[in-house]
């Protein structure tokens, strides 16, 4: 990591000159990671992987935001997308823990785990990335854009001063603060049907943001043990009544559980029970996303009571008075999680935006997001409104199937140099009810830090970076573009399938399902020659295939027919030899076996550039040789 010149340190330590003198720190490094949430930890350890110094900023103790800061340590959804950094981390809880099946202690998830050991595995993570930085206990106080970059004045806990330098800087706050002090243009609450075209929201937009939790995580100290806490200032014991079966007295209401089974709805290991439990439990509503700190921290004091009571009402009403809050896992004086769950922030206006349709029929509209994914997710459309008590416009929840989520949701409109991560990302309001949950914010880490990485090697502006640039990074790292449920990363022809899907010649196959939706590719399945020249006239507008459009099944001898006729277009920057042919050419061609021919042969994902919509970028042709990266 260099540090500044001499001139520059001086420029710097004028910044402030009027200041207090602090000790003082500079550092110049090409990434800047601010918040080291769930985005902004995995946006870290990728962009050092990739060779590039980088400084991780996180204002607490703890890396992994609402996955450990905020207790959240009950996964939602990806259990069968286990996509780079999020995948990585899940097997590591697996060896802590002894195998996956010590993770599935609760219903609501197939992954549960305490958060101090969450906190430990990314810290661990981080820390063995030679290339990266972590600065816990610190916060930015002030963002300042130069023609090369930023310069950004950090704030230790201790009284020291950080300056640091970058040409690229990442937002991964919980709030969307950074994006919003440099003048990014956002959305906040509830959009309007008018403007996104979803037929859910409600005619006028709104300010309503989602409930917000302050977990907590209650401890077994053994039966004879009474952990009762002190009743909780304003504790009313009738707003919790309906939250199981046993004091409900409306026993007709819809998801009426029994009191035991809401304990065990995210139970953890070692005789831990996180508490976040949405109906009449600890879901609090305030939209403080706006507000100034001082009256953010005295909203959060309300959160905190709120739950405090709810712990009171479990202890005292429901008998569990051996369970207390656990004294050996959040570094906080009153045993609470650090940070809150915030389900909503702020939602910029990026180079692409996600709409709950776009979800639902991904091949249906102009924009091709599916052809620009840079990270996958299966949970349906999610929104907790239960807590506000003016009364929520009625919306209605289409089902949806697995997705991707395109590169440009993550590149602000106006401000060069800078990527949005976290849950601030381009999506609608709907949209974020399934963009929000831990995995998915894990992947957007990953490829935000895999875009700032390649900016910063390349000395341009991420959102000059090729898509397809991106992709392969993260292909490399393991991590999904495509949400294929049926082809894991072991598969012989894992990453041609992703690459190939994600040109449009292969579509998988959306499906809704209950809380895990799924995207099919049908690997060992044939494809139909209709369904073949399709895909293949909407890619390849300019080649005209021999076949006749039939219901029979495409062959093998059809399949080399294809590549041998696009290898002879005047746009193909032909591949030196066929590197891939197949025997028996009379029988028909697998879905997996097209994929590798095409992806070997032709090499589409890499010869068609993609823009921010996922429309392909026609190039002139050209004579030259390329050999398939």
């Known amino acids: 990591m260099r540090r500044f010149t001499f001139l520059a340190c001086l420029l710097l330590a004028g910044f402030r000159g009027s200041d207090p003198a602090p000790p003082l720190a500079f550092l110049e490094v090409p990434v800047l990671v ?85 906190a430990k595995i990314l810290a661990d993570m981080a820390g063995r990335e030679k290339s990266l930085t972590v600065l816990n206990n610190t916060r930015y106080s002030e963002v300042m854009q130069t023609n090369r970059g930023w310069i950004v004045t950090c704030l230790g806990r201790d009284g020291q001063k950080t300056y640091v330098k970058s040409a690229v800087l990442i937002d991964a706050t919980e709030l969307g603060d950074v994006a919003a002090a440099v003048g990014v243009p956002y959305e906040l609450g509830m959009d309007s049907r008018t403007v996104t075209g979803e037929a859910a929201a409600p005619p006028q937009a709104n300010h309503i943001v989602q409930d917000l939790t302050y977990a907590a995580i209650l401890k077994d100290y053994g039966p004879d043990s009474i952990r009762t806490i002190p009743r909780p200032p304003g504790y009313d014991r009738n707003a919790f009544l309906c939250a199981c079966r046993k004091f409900c007295p409306d026993t007709t209401r819809p998801r009426l559980h029994d009191c035991g089974k809401m304990l065990d709805y995210a139970r953890l290991p070692n005789n831990k029970y996180l508490i976040n439990w949405p109906i009449d439990g600890n879901d609090f509503y305030v939209n403080l996303v706006e507000a100034s700190p001082e009256s953010r921290q005295r909203s959060l004091q309300e959160a905190k009571l709120h739950t405090l009571r709810f712990v009171y009402f479990i202890q005292t009403e429901l008998g569990y008075r051996n ?197 099919w590719f049908y690997p060992d399945s044939t494809i139909r020659v209709t369904e073949f020249l399709k895909n293949w006239e909407e890619v390849f507008p300019e080649t005209t295939l021999s076949l006749s459009p039939t219901n029979e099944r495409l062959t093998v001898k059809d399949a080399h027919a294809a590549t041998e006729a696009a290898r002879q277009s005047p746009w193909y920057r032909r591949l030196p030899f066929l590197r891939r042919k197949l025997s028996q050419e009379t029988r028909p061609i697998t879905r997996a076996e097209l994929a590798a021919l095409l992806d070997e042969n032709l090499d589409p994902f890499h010869q068609l550039a993609v823009d921010f919509d996922g429309n392909f970028i026609r190039k002139k042709p050209t004579n030259s040789t390329a050999s398939q990266p």
């Open 34 to 118: 601010i918040g080291g949430g769930t985005s902004g930890v995995t946006a870290a350890i990728q962009s050092a992987r990739m060779g590039v110094k980088t400084v991780l900023v996180e204002e607490g103790p703890w890396l992994g935001g609402m996955l450990t800061s905020a207790g959240v340590s009950a996964i939602d959804g990806n259990h069968e997308l286990p996509s780079g950094l999020w995948g990585e981390f899940r097997t590591a809880l697996e060896e802590h823990y002894g195998g996956p099946k010590e993770l599935e202690t609760g219903w609501v998830s197939n992954t549960q785990f305490e958060p101090s050991v969450g």
């Open 323 to 519: 369970l207390g809050l656990a004294d050996d896992e959040f570094p906080t004086p009153d045993r609470l999680p650090i940070i809150p769950y915030h389900r909503e922030s702020r939602r910029i206006r990026g180079l692409a935006r996600l709409t709950m349709h776009h979800i639902e029929k991904p091949f249906s509209f102009p924009e091709k997001y599916y052809r620009s994914g840079i990270a996958v997710g299966d949970y349906p459309i999610d929104h907790h409104h239960g807590k506000y008590v003016a009364g929520v416009p009625d919306l209605h929840f289409v089902p949806v199937p697995s997705y991707n989520v395109p590169l440009g949701c993550l590149l602000p409109l106006g401000v060069d140099n800078l990527i949005v991560a976290e849950k601030s990302i381009s999506v609608t309001n709907l949209t974020n009810g399934t963009t929000r949950l831990q995995p998915v914010v894990m992947g957007i880490g990953q490829a935000a830090g895999a875009l700032a990485a390649l900016a910063a090697k390349a000395k341009i502006s991420p959102n000059c970076v090729p898509v397809r640039e991106v992709q392969e990074a993260l292909l490399k790292a393991t991590a999904y573009l495509m949400p294929y449920h049926d082809v894991k990363p072991e598969h012989l022809d894992w990453a041609a399938i992703q690459r190939i899907g994600a040109t449009g010649l292969l579509k998988g196959v959306p499906t809704p399902h209950q809380w895990a939706n799924r995207t």
